[in-house]
């Protein structure tokens, strides 16, 4: 039985999650789009109706759709819930808002993708399906002989498993670009302005492979050992891909004598980091298994923490209004 369970509009199209009996195959795919297409030409009005979120939930429920009705029980039970079919057809979306009058528009669907019920392994793997739409028919062209050119990012799959291969000449963000995004990191993190008390960080850099007793040390490879990469060598001895900075700087920490009188010492670095991803959670260029982090990590006194972590904000905050941020994670 095909279940349905979510479908958000994404930056340059959309895509709709299906729990199903088996994976979709290309073949499904053409068929599923044939479908849309000839519902497409019928040009079928949207119509909406109201019900209460409880009502809503039975609903659903009835219909054996389990995924929207545990989506629309996530919603307060003051709210109404809008319903919107197409013609006379049966089946029903909930939607807090409807996108389009009528379904007359260009499309076309894209690819296939694994993905986790609300993005957790734990749950059942569901399968995307993702498409793009447009309002004329030569943006639609356009937009497809676009992405054919693109080469800002290629994820190779049978080369390096959700990896990405960048391209010096056909980057969405130039190398100047990218160097410049690094300089202007640098210079804001690395440099002391006392006007805007911005701390000192000194950069350092660590190797991306470790001995596995190091992870095992940290605790990282109990924990997260299922998301690292790992490697043996002939002599029998396991190395680790570094999925973070931190015991890298430890290490790094732990040379030489070090005298309270010191701190804080501040240590950041342009890190690359790999990180076995499940697949199911891999979206993109949004979520990949290796990617560059601007890190750091603080050593300072309990004394310290109070001023420390007022100056990191104000660090923070300036570099997310130069760069023209709205939000910092």
């Known amino acids: 039985m095909r279940r349905w369970t979510i479908g958000p509009v994404i930056e340059d199209g959309f895509f709709y999650d299906f729990a199903y009996k088996r994976p979709f ?17 019928a040009d079928l009005k949207v119509s909406r109706r109201v019900m ?4 809503a939930v039975a609903y659903f429920k009835s219909l054996g759709e389990v ?10 039970a003051t709210e109404e819930i809008g319903l919107y079919g197409q013609g006379r057809l049966g ?8 996108r389009l009058p009528a379904s007359s528009k260009p499309f076309k669907l894209t690819k296939v993708a694994g993905a986790y019920w609300r993005g957790d392994s734990r749950n059942e793997m569901l399968q995307r399906i993702y498409g793009t739409a447009w309002g ?19 994820i190779a799959a049978s080369a390096a498993s959700s990896i990405c291969f960048t391209c010096r000449k056909k980057r969405r963000v130039p190398c100047s670009g990218i160097r410049t995004a690094g300089s202007f990191s640098r210079r804001s993190s690395r ?22 007793s190091l992870w095992q040390q940290s605790g990282h490879l109990e924990k997260f050992g299922e998301n690292m990469f790992l490697t043996k060598t002939p002599d029998e001895r396991v190395y680790a891909i570094k999925p973070m900075n931190c015991p890298g700087h430890v290490q790094i920490f732990k040379q030489g004598i070090r005298s309270h009188r010191d701190l804080p010492i501040r240590f950041g670095e342009f890190g690359k980091v790999h990180r076995y991803e499940p697949s199911g959670a891999l979206h993109g260029l949004m979520r990949v298994r290796a990617f560059t982090q601007d890190d750091a990590h603080i050593f300072i006194t309990e004394e310290q923490i109070k001023e420390e972590s007022v100056h990191n904000i104000q660090l923070l905050l300036s570099i997310t209004r130069t760069s023209g941020s709205t939000t910092c994670a």
């Open 136 to 154: 004329r028919q030569e943006q639609l062209d356009e937009y497809l002989h676009g992405s054919k050119k693109r080469r800002s990012a290629t």
């Open 91 to 98: 089946r029903c979306a909930a939607a807090r808002t409807c």
């Open 25 to 41: 195959t290309p073949e499904d795919l053409a068929a599923i789009e044939a479908k849309m297409t000839e519902l497409s030409k």
């Open 52 to 55: 209460p979120r409880d009502d």
């Open 67 to 76: 995924y929207k009705a545990e989506i629309i029980a996530s919603i307060p």
């Open 191 to 212: 440099t002391c302005a006392s006007a805007t008390a911005r701390p000192v960080f000194g950069e350092v850099n660590g190797p991306e492979l470790m001995d596995v």
